[in-house]
């Protein structure tokens, strides 16, 4: 138990840090700019950069495992899509928000910090690919199911080229890329350069966990949603799982590569939701609730997660015996 501690209290320290003093110092949502701009174009793109960039050409093409994950993740959005649409009758933007709320977790902010500070930097690979392609799956839905619920007035070239933007333009997908070019030839930055990289890669972790306890300070829970009934246990709970259940059904893979994907599934909603939700004015305060109430509760569910896997209960491979 003091191991599974040593691993959570940190992180949520940084989180719970964070809070603390955007409650103590009042600064305006405009403060966090400059902070964010340099998480999102500086610090993480560095850290996906340094370590893609010496990693074995062959474990960046494992498609049999990025397959795998966007099948569980989109299933868990189509869930929870589908339960809006029939229980509450929501609308079709409505019910985009909240599938994205329990199928798009923080595998920005919290999943580089979390992963590799749990698994070492092994988890490198599995999570810069996680997030490449599940941000492209995001970055796909949303303004694709805008568009088809008619509220979105573009038309259908416009469209294609917000999402490939969105897609191929966003910092850490390019410093993916230029880490997979580096990987693939062999090509090293210069001593100088590389030691500027190791610098803001290691600002990353805390400086993320930080700004997102700000982020959660800046936005406090006003009601609580109904819609969380279901939005928390498919977040928490049946996105790790079904995850778990799958990767052990689909193959035999390296157990810091599954241990990662189940992490990263179980992390609470990412505040790009939020993002989302203003940028078409739906379901703002209520996508806000459910980053707060997933991001607290999930100090319980990740904690039981990592008991699981550091004290051997939660085996690599569910069907091991097969």
Not at 272 to 286: P, S
């Amino acid at each position: 138990m003091s191991e599974i501690a040593s691993l959570i209290l940190p992180l949520f320290g940084l989180i719970f840090l964070g809070y603390v003093a955007a409650r103590i110092t009042k600064q305006p949502a405009e403060a966090m700019g400059w902070l964010n701009t340099f998480i999102i174009y500086a610090a993480l793109p560095a850290l996906f950069f340094k370590l893609l960039s010496k990693t074995p050409v062959e474990k960046l093409a494992s498609w049999d495992f990025v397959a795998a994950n966007l099948s569980v993740t989109f299933t868990i959005f189509l869930i929870v899509y589908c339960i809006s649409k029939i229980l509450l009758r929501a609308r079709m933007p409505e019910a985009t928000i909240q599938g994205l709320a329990a199928a798009y977790g923080n595998i920005g902010y919290m999943g580089p910090a979390l992963a590799i500070l749990t698994f070492g930097e092994q988890a490198a690979v599995p999570v810069a690919l996680i997030f490449c392609f599940e941000n492209v799956m995001h970055f796909t839905i949303a303004p694709t199911m805008m568009a088809l619920s008619g509220d979105e007035k573009r038309g259908f070239g416009l469209l294609l080229s917000d999402i490939a933007k969105k897609v191929f333009l966003h910092p850490f997908i390019i410093a993916t890329i230029i880490g997979v070019a580096a990987a693939i030839t062999g090509i090293q930055p210069p001593k100088p350069v590389a030691g500027l990289i190791d610098y803001l890669a290691q600002a990353a972790a805390p400086c993320a966990l930080f700004a997102m306890g700000v982020s959660l300070a800046l936005r406090p829970l006003k009601r609580m949603p109904i819609e969380l009934v279901y939005i928390v246990p498919a977040n928490l709970v049946i996105h790790p799982v079904l995850m778990y259940v799958t990767l052990s059904w689909v193959g035999d893979f390296d157990p810091i590569w599954t241990y990662t994907a189940v992490l990263l599934a179980a992390l609470p909603t990412a505040t790009n939701v939020f993002v989302i939700a203003q940028q078409y004015g739906i379901w703002i305060e209520r996508a806000s609730a459910s980053i707060l109430v997933n991001t607290v509760l999930s100090i319980l569910t990740l904690a039981a997660l990592l008991y699981g896997i550091t004290s051997g209960y939660l085996p690599a491979d569910l069907f091991v015996n097969k």
